[in-house]
């Protein structure tokens, strides 16, 4: 199995306790079998994992994970897209 | 936070618990398919509030503060888990009392739970159904199925399955 080989991750905001123990987390958009892009960008803000677990991040850091994961998403829909037409011609 | 499961294992702590609960009702994965083994031990009980989620040893001051503040705090539920549709609302589903199905129920594509239907985590419709009776967990309804009011199905067997079922 690959380090990117993930079942599943995901952005979430926490709410915490009086002492500041987690008590719950919202995911808006979780994650089943990420993408190897989505899992590489992903695991270079958390190499502490290395099994299942989770990080706690400040905002800043989340907005620019967010957009890197945009990029990568964007740029991996793009290389699909050239890959199509090739594709297409084996069919 | 950044969570990552790299196994189905049981859930270890509270961000994970929670990730498995919002594949379930993203309807990304089906019940059973989760390892959900002791989630209720890691779940805190909790007081479910108008003002979030609220740990119970922090609920008497919350409410203090609330009332001196003249906010409105009403508390919802005291329970391990959240009613689902305060994280997900999934799409083409009729849910006439939201209170009635808690986070990790797996809700499939055009089904109606009318006001006495309830759904457990872990538990859920396959597609189309009328649900106006109680899902337990581990119990998965059939697509066009019909369950009527005062039914129950409940899970002593964990993979139990009705198809297409009709029950009034």
């Known amino acids: 199995m690959?380090?990117?080989?993930?079942?599943?991750?995901?952005?979430?905001?926490?709410?915490?306790n009086s002492s500041g123990e987690i008590i719950?987390?919202?995911?808006?958009?979780?994650?089943?079998?990420?993408s190897t892009t989505c899992a590489e960008q992903m695991l270079a803000q958390c190499q502490d994992i290395?099994?299942?677990?989770?990080?706690?991040?400040?905002?800043?850091?989340?907005?620019?994970?967010?957009?890197?994961?945009?990029?990568?998403?964007?740029?991996?829909?793009a290389k699909l897209r050239r890959r199509l037409p090739e594709v297409q011609r084996l069919r | 936070m950044i969570t990552v499961l790299r196994e189905n294992s049981p859930p270890s702590s509270i961000p994970e618990a929670f990730?498995?609960?919002?594949?379930?009702?993203?309807?990304?994965?089906?019940?059973?398919?989760?390892?959900?083994?002791?989630?209720?031990?890691?779940?805190?009980n909790l007081a479910w509030t108008s003002q979030g989620p609220v740990d119970l040893d922090d609920l008497p001051?919350?409410?203090l503060q609330a009332r001196v503040n003249g906010e409105t705090f009403?508390?919802?539920?005291?329970?391990?888990?959240?009613?689902?549709?305060?994280?997900?609302v999934p799409t083409s589903v009729?849910?006439?009392?939201?209170?009635?199905?808690?986070?990790?129920?797996?809700i499939g594509e055009g089904t109606t739970v009318m006001h006495e239907g309830f759904v457990n985590f872990n538990a859920g419709t396959e597609g189309a159904a009328m649900i106006e009776g109680r899902i337990s967990a581990g119990v998965m309804v059939g697509e066009n199925s019909d369950l009527g009011g005062?039914?129950?199905?409940?899970?002593?067997?964990?993979?139990?399955?009705?198809?297409?079922?009709?029950?009034?």
Not at chain 2, 74 to 88: A, L, R
Not at chain 2, 150 to 168: E, I, L, P, T, V
């Open chain 1, 2 to 16: 690959s380090v990117t080989d993930l079942h599943s991750l995901a952005l979430g905001i926490a709410s915490k």
């Open chain 1, 24 to 34: 719950e987390v919202y995911y808006p958009k979780p994650l089943l079998n990420p």
């Open chain 1, 50 to 77: 290395s099994d299942n677990g989770f990080i706690e991040t400040s905002p800043d850091a989340m907005r620019s994970l967010a957009s890197a994961l945009a990029e990568a998403m964007k740029l991996s829909r």
């Open chain 2, 19 to 44: 990730l498995k609960l919002h594949l379930l009702s993203h309807r990304l994965t089906v019940p059973h398919e989760l390892n959900l083994d002791g989630i209720f031990g890691i779940l805190k």
């Open chain 2, 61 to 63: 001051k919350r409410q």
């Open chain 2, 74 to 88: 009403e508390v919802y539920s005291v329970d391990k888990f959240p009613k689902m549709t305060s994280y997900v």
């Open chain 2, 94 to 106: 009729r849910i006439a009392d939201t209170a009635r199905i808690r986070l990790g129920a797996y």
């Open chain 2, 150 to 168: 005062g039914k129950q199905h409940h899970g002593n067997s964990f993979r139990r399955r009705h198809r297409n079922y009709q029950c009034g």
